[in-house]
């Protein structure tokens, strides 16, 4: 399973290859999670009520992490870790603890973000 941050989300959506092959293909064999900061962040940046349908659909369909209490896990990983310091928000850091938690591999385009991924959590795209 793959978390999608929300610049790869963004890059899908605009239909950008190699970016919509690659989603579309994750999305028909099932293996994008769901996690509610990147749908939210996408939602905020929604221009009508179409896109905004659109994204509800996209997160109805999928498989979700489990996120009960994310955001104190994120704000306690966040401080023991430093990551603020390293320009890492809070909700990327929930993304983060999110894939990790869920053992999903995370595939963001944020450079902040893949310097705090191990290899092993960094998804790496099929298509070139």
């Known amino acids: 399973m793959v978390v999608l941050d929300t610049s790869v989300w963004i890059e899908f959506l605009k239909a950008n290859s190699p970016y919509f092959e690659e989603v579309s293909d994750l999305l028909e064999r099932n293996e994008v999670m769901g996690v509610s900061p990147v749908f939210g962040e996408l939602l905020q940046g929604a221009r009508d009520a179409r896109e905004r349908s659109m994204l509800n659909e996209f997160w109805s369909a999928l498989p979700k992490a489990t996120e ?11 401080g023991k870790k430093r990551l603020f310091d ?16 869920s053992t999903c591999s995370l595939w963001t385009l944020d450079k902040k973000l893949l310097g705090a991924l191990s290899k092993e959590e960094r998804y790496t795209p099929r298509q070139s």
């Open 68 to 78: 009960s209490d994310l955001f104190i896990r994120a704000g306690e990983e966040s």
């Open 86 to 101: 390293r320009g890492i928000g809070l909700i990327d850091c929930a993304i983060l603890c999110a894939a990790r938690e």
